[in-house]
C-alpha cells in the first residue's frame, strides 16, 4: 500500500512514460492504481462515519484487498458494538 500512495503522491510531476516505468519499478498493476487507493479511501470513510456514532466498542482491522467475489472495493474492519453486535 504505500507504494501505491508513493506513486499517486509523485504521479502528478511525471509524464506518462515515466509513470509507466515508475509502476513497473515499483511491480504495481493497473488494478493497484485504482481500485486499491480507492478500497483505502472508502476505509478511512467507513471507520470515520462508524467512530463518530460513538456506538463502537473495538475495532479489528485486517489486511487491505481487492473483492474478487463482487469485484468491489470493501472495507476490511471487524466492528464490535457496544451492545455486543459484530
Do not use: P, W
Not at 466498542?57 to 487491505?64: G, K, L, Q, Y
Not at 473483492?67 to 471487524?78: C, E, H, I, Y
Amino acid at each position: 500500500m504505500e507504494k501505491i500512495k508513493s506513486y499517486h503522491s509523485i504521479k502528478a510531476f511525471m509524464n506518462e512514460e515515466q509513470r509507466e516505468k515508475v509502476a513497473t519499478m515499483l511491480n504495481l498493476k493497473k488494478e493497484d492504481l485504482t481500485k486499491r487507493l480507492e478500497g483505502k479511501e472508502a476505509e478511512y470513510e467507513f471507520l470515520l462515519r462508524c467512530y463518530f456514532l460513538n456506538k463502537i466498542e473495538d475495532i479489528i482491522a485486517f489486511e487491505e484487498g481487492i473483492s474478487r467475489l463482487t469485484n468491489t472495493v470493501t472495507t476490511d474492519f471487524l466492528f464490535n458494538t457496544k451492545e455486543g453486535k459484530r
